[in-house]
């Protein structure tokens, strides 16, 4: 069977080639902001699913898509869409605890499971220096809360507790428990 990630994250397609799977790129073009919800839980597993649904043409298929926001008491955070914007998602975030949530669907064929899985962050205090050279990066842009775990916003980060790749954008653990619940076999290379 054919697996497609439906995402145009590269760190969600690194996170898929160090499981060593064969798998196509196929993004969705989905409008995420017309999506309705009341929990950041629904949202991100509702986006999951609709991006691998738009991106499903075949039932031979294994689709693979995910959703990831930041949720920090009633706010949620997506992708900052301006200097000012990272600036208030990364000054809100200062000195607390927030959570990462991914939702992930896999499609196969009529087979459809979708999950979530949430990830508890810690930041240190920032100063405004740190919130303004970090912004200088560019990092924040393209990332939910408007940071990289996993890059430069490595050193704003005391700890976790949970899953590292749930933050990045994709649980390699969930996405396997998924992929096994819907009684298909993932062979990883050797
Ligand atoms: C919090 C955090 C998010 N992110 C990224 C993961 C996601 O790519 C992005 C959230 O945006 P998403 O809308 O989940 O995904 P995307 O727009 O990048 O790609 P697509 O919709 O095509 O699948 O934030 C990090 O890379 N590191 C982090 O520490």
Known sequence: M??????????????????????????????????????????????????????QSDQSQIIIAADTVVSYQDRILEKP?????????LKTLSGTTHQVLTGITVIAGEI?????????????????????????TGEPFDKAGGYGIQS????????????????????LYKLLQMIKGIGLEIELDG
Do not use: H, W
Request: charge should be negative; include cysteine.
């Open 112 to 136: 459809v499971n979708t999950d979530y899985e949430t990830t508890n962050v810690t930041f240190k205090e920032l100063t405004e220096k740190e919130i303004n050279d970090y912004i200088a």
């Open 2 to 55: 054919e697996i497609i990630l439906a995402s145009g994250s590269p760190r969600r397609k690194m996170l898929l080639e160090q499981l060593g799977l064969d798998f196509k790129v196929q993004p969705s073009n989905l409008d995420e902001s017309k999506v309705e919800f009341t929990e950041p839980s629904e949202l991100v597993q509702r986006l999951s699913y609709l991006k691998a649904n738009e991106v």
């Open 81 to 89: 869409a301006s200097k000012e914007e990272a600036k208030q998602m």
């Open 152 to 171: 430069k916003g490595a050193v704003f980060v005391k700890g976790i507790e949970g899953c590292f790749y749930n933050v990045m954008g994709l649980s």
